[in-house]
């Protein structure tokens, strides 16, 4: 007979291993089912320096190592499972995972949101070595440094104007021969001296591999095939991210971009009703901050409604 767990915690990047540190601390025993991008976000993310308490700054992985043996002290165990499916329609909850059945009385969805790349190998290569996914995270190292910016909508409007505080030039590039951003971001950054616009321009190649560290890009223009290069130091991706909550289709309410729509931060709705002992934190309900301390934030949060909601119902 399968065992019925207290709670299971579907994530291990900042989000997952708080709600671990907590519900472990709180007597729970979770279970952390590490996903297909163990860590997340930070496990590819080299020097963060707005994390506090780290006055010097800490490598991603290293804070992530260090966070996951905190959760462990305490008896979290982890799991190199995903998840297939989800029956949240009858209590308790039954997860289908790569790893067998599971069943909970409670379930913290911290699976977070990949960022969308462009799929080139040099890039893939040189992500957390000057190709990021995130200018507020990692802007501040390219001071006085030229950087390029893909996408054309307003994420990568808000990117671009953010890391002109910290680049001596940036260089907007888009596919297509129009913006979809809105009127006023795209004006906004027309209008910014040290932004330069292009259209019709593709990413062939992030120059620096072998060195390293980003040494240039190589260009191609869709319409005519003009091929071109442009010595940046830094490649910033502002072509959005994907929540991983398709598994939820149907058993959450997603917003139109498939995030988790959450209320006060974690609580979890279907048609507009709670959702009892579900609970959602970090990026896969956060479309707007996406930190890793706003995920650890609410990571805290849906640890703590856990812990309330097995407290009210007997255990």
């Given amino acids: 007979m399968t065992e019925t767990r207290d709670t299971v915690i579907l994530g291990s990047g900042c989000a997952g291993l708080t709600a671990a540190i907590y519900t472990a601390r709180a007597g729970l025993n979770p279970i952390v089912l590490e996903g297909h991008e163990p860590g997340g976000q930070l496990s590819i993310t080299s020097l963060v320096e707005n994390f506090p308490g780290w006055p010097d700054g800490i490598q991603g992985p290293e804070l992530i190592d260090n966070m996951k043996k905190q959760a462990a002290r305490f008896g979290a165990t982890f799991q190199l499972a995903h998840l297939n499916s989800v029956d949240l329609k009858a209590h308790p909850y039954r997860l289908n995972t790569s790893a067998g059945e599971i069943v909970t009385r409670t379930l913290i969805v911290a699976s977070g949101a990949s960022a969308r790349w462009l799929g080139l190998p040099s890039e893939q290569a ?23 910016v893909v996408g054309g909508g307003d994420s990568a409007m808000e990117e671009a104007l953010f890391l002109t505080r910290f680049a001596s030039r940036v260089t907007l590039l888009h596919r297509r021969d129009a913006f979809r951003a809105s009127k006023i971001m795209l004006e906004r950054a027309m209008a910014h001296p040290n932004i330069e616009l292009r259209t019709n321009t593709v990413v062939d190649e992030v120059l620096g591999v072998e060195e390293k560290e980003v040494k240039g890009l190589r260009l191609r223009d869709v319409s005519n095939g003009a091929r071109s290069t442009l010595d940046v130091d830094g490649l910033f991706l502002g072509i959005g991210h994907e929540p991983n909550a398709k598994m939820f289709y149907g058993q959450l309410d997603l917003d139109d971009e498939g995030y988790i729509k959450t209320r006060n931060n974690v609580l979890t709705t279907l048609n507009g009703s709670e959702v009892p002992g579900v609970y959602a934190c970090g990026d896969v309900q956060d479309r707007r901050y996406r930190q890793a301390i706003t995920a650890a934030g609410t990571g805290c949060m849906a640890a703590l409604e856990a812990e309330k909601y097995l407290e009210e119902h007997g255990r």
């Fill in 126 to 148: 040189l992500i957390g070595h000057g190709v990021s996914s995130c200018a507020t995270c990692d802007g501040f190292f390219f001071r006085g440094k030229p950087i390029a």
